[in-house]
């Protein structure tokens, strides 16, 4: 009768994909510094100016072709050795996916799907090499990109909810927890189950929070070493 593996429950945001080369949002020179993020990323500037909304997500679309997973995405992957690993990302990047993690829940969405304009739960897989207009369609549907804008629901949030519900250990790797609901689902922990947050510039977090104050790299490594010691000390 093998042991069962405990739940390992990461969320995670742009600051994982960072030392990728993928510039966060909120950090200096972040995206929002050099896009108003109402214009670009909102449901409201997608209805005035979807031409311009189609540029946007094309031209992250084509960066992904450009990056790589970097260690931190990997030692989330060799953590599936030990552990039932859950990822719950805030990013619309597949460097999970692409470094081996085998569960991947996307909250905002994921730039290589594209939906259709008359069927939201139409989704078609495209490439970093696709480039996409307002007439653009597949199958003959008008498409969009699969991004939950601002103003718009976060229907992964509920399944979200759950898997944190259900966390033996829970980590944040790399997020502002600016932005709701993704940031609320700290609160959905048990009592007594530890939690890690990985990032060089925290926010603030509620006591008992356990704040490796690295990068995510070096602090998925340390995080890494701590894992395994308690699990040689069951
Ligand atoms: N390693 C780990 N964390 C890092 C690194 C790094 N190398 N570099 C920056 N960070 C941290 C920053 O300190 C910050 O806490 O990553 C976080 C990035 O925060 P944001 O830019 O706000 O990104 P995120 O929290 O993912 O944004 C949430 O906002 O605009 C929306 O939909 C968008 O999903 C995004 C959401």
């Given at each position: 009768?093998?042991d ?72 989330l ?16 990047d ?9 569960k ?9 799907k ?47 909810m ?58 998925m ?14």
């Open positions: 009768m093998t069962k593996k405990l739940k390992l429950v990461v969320s995670t945001g742009a600051g994982i994909s960072a030392e990728s080369g993928i510039s966060t949002f909120r950090d200096a020179d972040g995206l929002w510094e050099n896009y108003d993020v109402m214009e670009v990323a909102s449901h409201d500037g997608f209805e005035r100016n979807p031409a311009l909304i189609h540029e946007f997500y094309n031209a992250r679309r084509a960066a992904l072709a450009t990056v790589e997973p970097n260690n931190a995405h990997i030692l992957k060799k953590l599936e050795e030990f552990f039932d690993v859950y990822v719950i990302t805030q990013n619309v597949d460097l999970h996916e692409r470094a081996g993690s085998s991947v829940l996307h909250l905002h969405g994921e730039l290589l594209m939906r259709a304009m008359d069927d939201e739960n139409l989704v078609f897989q495209v490439t970093p090499q696709t480039v996409t207009t307002p007439q653009t369609r597949i199958d003959g549907h008008l498409v969009r990109p699969h991004i939950v804008f601002f103003q718009e629901a976060v229907p992964n949030i509920e399944p979200a759950e898997l944190v519900e259900q966390a033996d250990v829970f980590v944040i790797v790399g997020t502002s927890l600016a932005v709701y609901p993704a940031a609320g689902l700290l609160h959905y922990v048990r009592s007594g189950i530890p939690v890690y947050y990985i990032d060089p510039r925290p926010s603030a977090v509620p006591r008992g929070v356990t704040v490796i104050r690295k990068n995510a790299t070096e602090g490594e340390e995080l890494y070493r701590i894992l395994l010691k308690n699990m040689a000390g069951k």
